[in-house]
């Protein structure tokens, strides 16, 4: 038998036997009751705490004496007397953009390879996820003892008489090589991450439409740029997003590596930010370069979504 649902003094029955959800939704008490909990946390994990470091940053504060408003003071010592803050805003931006390019062509390209074998497939998945699942901190540690020049990979060069550079010691270049072995790193870590999410996209394609492409004389890859990258567009303005924020925000690999030095030349925001905050304790600071990396966080997210057009199509 049918139980009707009661909600402020009415009663609703549907005649299959289930909850009018119409009559549900339309009640704004229901609405506030069910919306009110999760703005709740909303509102004091994420909410609330961007509205205090958008104060702080307008203060001089070092997280214990009074806070002292200072306006646009710690905005403009940022960008005008900054340097470190320059070299770690070069840096950044040259970190997302080796890390995008880098992890989503590999990525994709490993997905791809996998998605056609058949014996082994799982074996490789493991193998090429493994590093995400570690942690980026005993990594850095791990690759700063290989890149040392006396006991890692310089020591084995040495034996077929080929010497070695600093890896995490030169300083010469617009992009000193620190960087680019910490970019590299970085993706060996992270491409099998992004290797998952393309086959899950990939796997969810019918092979139906495959095998019609295929009758009518299309190649593998005509039906790779044809149906399958169409066909993932909404995956790759997902993982490219991921990837773009969490290398602006990227600390402890980095931090690990090379401590932000030499002479802060492979300082980046969030190293920056740590330095600022918690080793000088210019919490106010530290504040405003937060509010620097949240802009650039909002910012490439939009552009991402802005120029990948993800069209809806029938699977």
Sequence with gaps: MPVPYIFEGSVSESVTGGINMNKIFSDKKA?????APAFI???????????LVIYYSLCDYDGMKTINFIGLGNYIKLFKQDDVMKIALKNSIFFMLFSAVTQQIIGLFIAILLTNIKK????????????????????????????????????LLAKIGIQGPNWL??????????????????????VGQTMMLYMAQITGISPSLYEAAYIDGCGKTKAFWHITLPLIKPMVATSLSLTCIGSLKFFDLIFNMTTGGPSNRTQVLATHLYQQGFRYSKMGYASAIGMVLLGMCLITTFLVNRFIKVEEYEM
């Design 31 to 35: 609405i506030i009751i069910f919306i």
């Design 41 to 51: 946390l909303f509102t004091a994990i994420l909410l609330l705490p961007i509205g």
């Design 120 to 155: 082994g497939r799982n074996f490789f998945k493991n193998v090429y996820y493994l590093p995400a699942v570690l942690s980026s901190a005993a990594l850095g540690l791990l690759w700063s003892f290989i890149f040392n020049p006396r006991i890692g990979i310089n020591n």
């Design 169 to 190: 010691m030169e300083i010469k270049g617009f992009i000193i090589l620190p960087m680019w072995m910490i970019g590299f790193v970085a993706t060996w870590q992270y």
